[in-house]
T-cell receptor, first 112, second 114 residues
Framework: NAGVTQTPKFQVLKTGQSMTLQCAQD?????MYWYRQDPGMGLRLIYY???????DKGEVPNGYNVSRLNKREFSLRLESAAPSQTSVYFC???????????FGPGTRLTVT | GNSVTQMEGPVTLSEEAFLTINCTYT??????LFWYVQYPGEGLQLLLK?????DKGSNKGFEATYRKETTSFHLEKGSVQVSDSAVYFC?????????????FGQGTILTVHP
C-alpha cells in the first residue's frame, strides 16, 4: 500500500516550457487535490476533483490545468511555465466518510 | 470565506519544554479542524483532528480542543522532543459544501534543541 505517489520529485524548467506532474493513489478515494506550498503562505489549493470525471478550480488555478484520468490518477499540467510557479506541489486524496486528506511526498519545481 | 490564522513563528524550544501553537479560524458553517505536521523533506501527515465543538483531538502526546466560543484550536504538548522539530499546520474543512477542501494556516516552524 503506497498511499499517494507523485512524480517527479524534482524538476527544473525554463520559462515557457510545459510539463505534467503525475499523482496516483491506491486508497480508493473519490476526492483528489493539488496544492502548492510557498514560504509563509501555507498550502493553497490549485484544483480539486470530487470524483472521477469532475474537476473544479481552487484558490489559485491560473496557469494550470488538470486531468482526472481515472479514479486513481490526477495530473497537473503547466502549459507555459513562469518563474511565479516555482513552488513545492503536493497532491492529496480523501473520502466522503473521512475529513482527512492524505498527502504525497511533493514535487519541488523551479522555473528559471 | 473560510480562513485560518496561526501564531507567528518560528518557535524555538529546549527539549522537555511546554509547547503551545495558537490557531484561530473563521468559518461560515460547522468546520472540522485539523493539525497536520510536515517533517523536513516530506509531505504533510495528519497529527490530530476534532469534528465538533468541545472535542479534543490527541496523538503522540499532542492535544488540541475545538473551542467554538473562541473559534480556536490551539496545539499543545507537555514535553517536546528533538524529533518534534517540524512545520505544523492548522486547517479546517467544511465537508458537504466543499468536498472536503482544506483551508490551511500559514504554518509554524518548530525547532527543538537538546
Amino acid at each position: 500500500n503506497a498511499g499517494v505517489t507523485q512524480t517527479p520529485k524534482f524538476q527544473v524548467l525554463k520559462t515557457g516550457q510545459s510539463m505534467t506532474l503525475q499523482c496516483a493513489q491506491d486508497m480508493n478515494h473519490n476526492s483528489m487535490y493539488w496544492y502548492r506550498q510557498d514560504p509563509g503562505m501555507g498550502l493553497r489549493l490549485i484544483y480539486y476533483s470530487a470524483s472521477e470525471g469532475t474537476t473544479d478550480k481552487g484558490e489559485v488555478p491560473n496557469g494550470y490545468n488538470v486531468s482526472r484520468l481515472n479514479k486513481r490518477e490526477f495530473s497537473l499540467r503547466l502549459e507555459s511555465a513562469a518563474p511565479s510557479q516555482t513552488s513545492v506541489y503536493f497532491c492529496a486524496s480523501g473520502t466522503e466518510s473521512s475529513y482527512e486528506q492524505y498527502f504525497g511526498p511533493g514535487t519541488r519545481l523551479t522555473v528559471t | 470565506g473560510n480562513s485560518v490564522t496561526q501564531m507567528e513563528g518560528p518557535v524555538t524550544l529546549s527539549e522537555e519544554a511546554f509547547l503551545t501553537i495558537n490557531c484561530t479560524y473563521t468559518a461560515t458553517g460547522y468546520p472540522s479542524l485539523f493539525w497536520y505536521v510536515q517533517y523536513p523533506g516530506e509531505g504533510l501527515q495528519l497529527l490530530l483532528k476534532a469534528t465538533k465543538a468541545d472535542d479534543k483531538g490527541s496523538n503522540k502526546g499532542f492535544e488540541a480542543t475545538y473551542r467554538k466560543e473562541t473559534t480556536s484550536f490551539h496545539l499543545e504538548k507537555g514535553s517536546v522532543q528533538v524529533s518534534d522539530s517540524a512545520v505544523y499546520f492548522c486547517a479546517l474543512s467544511e465537508y458537504g459544501t466543499s468536498y472536503g477542501k482544506l483551508t490551511f494556516g500559514q504554518g509554524t516552524i518548530l525547532t527543538v534543541h537538546p
